[in-house]
Structures are given as structure tokens and as C-alpha cells.
């Protein structure tokens, strides 16, 4: 498993740690109970409930282990929604340099686990999330992306 330090608000703690008991405890007593249950239909080799249910379980276990990752190492960070620069948590459009004004994206700078639905996220230690912290809307950065140098100018933050 990764050691990376995960900076998280402490509501998002929270949260994972409730969904980890929760999974611990119901989730894996519900996918026992419906893999028993799908084990007394008979032959396991073509039993589809069976497989499915073993499946969910090997998901289950994959989120719990990633929860836990996050638990173990994480570091608490505060919003601060009285700056003007971009921070941890913050929510950044931005504009790729030859692109016009309708094709501005958002990005959620910090965890995956905070992501606000329907934006994109780029981690503080990503190229674009390092280039973007700490800077202003007007501010135009560059970050090396697999493809070459990209540029863009923040346009918006919130």
C-alpha cells in the first residue's frame, strides 16, 4: 500500500471513518449473508449469484483497504475560504492556452475522497495541482503533462 500522506479536512475524515465501520461491520455481515445464501443454490462453478456476490465482496475489501490507507496517513488541512489564492479544497476554472472562453474547466484541488460530484480533481501533487496552489485568478501557469507543457490561466476560484 502507498505511504502517501492524504490531506484531507477533518470532515472528510469523518466521513471515511464512518463509511469504514460501516463496511467492516454491515457490509461484510450483508455480503456473507447473500454469499451463503448463493452457496446453498448448489454447483459453484456455474452458480452467477455466487460469482457476483463474490465480486461485490472483493470490491468491498478493495474500498476498505483504501479507507484505511487514507485513515493511517492522512493529514488534516483546513478550508480557508477567505483567500484569494488557490488552497487546498479549492475549486479553480481554468483555461488552456488556444482555448476559447466556453471551454473553461474546474478543478477540485485536493483528494479524490473530497471530490465535489460532477468536477474534475487534481491532487496538490499533480503537475497542474502543484502549478495552481498558491497562485490568483488573472495568474497563467505551465505544468509538463505526458504530452508536453500545458498552460493556463486561472479564470475563476472558488
Known amino acids: 500500500m502507498s505511504q502517501d500522506i492524504h490531506r484531507i479536512t477533518q470532515a472528510t475524515l469523518d466521513k471515511l471513518r464512518e463509511e469504514y465501520h460501516h463496511l467492516t461491520t454491515v457490509g461484510r455481515t450483508d455480503i456473507a449473508r447473500v ?22 465482496q472483493g470490491k468491498m475489501e478493495a474500498r476498505i483497504r483504501q479507507i484505511d490507507a487514507v485513515i493511517r496517513n492522512h493529514e488534516i488541512v483546513e478550508r480557508d475560504d477567505e483567500t484569494d489564492e488557490v488552497r487546498h479544497a479549492s475549486i479553480v476554472t481554468v483555461l488552456y492556452a488556444g482555448d476559447s472562453d466556453e471551454d473553461a474547466q474546474d478543478f477540485f484541488i485536493g483528494s479524490i475522497e473530497e471530490k465535489p460530484e460532477g468536477i474534475l480533481v487534481a491532487s496538490p501533487n499533480s503537475p497542474l495541482g502543484s502549478a495552481l496552489l498558491g497562485r490568483r485568478v488573472g495568474d497563467t501557469v505551465s505544468y509538463e503533462a505526458p504530452n508536453g507543457t500545458l498552460e ?4 475563476g476560484l472558488r
Open 35 to 56: 454469499i451463503e445464501a448463493a452457496r446453498s443454490l448448489g454447483d459453484l462453478s456455474e452458480n452467477g449469484d455466487y460469482h457476483a456476490a463474490k465480486d461485490e
Open 152 to 155: 493556463v490561466t486561472i479564470v
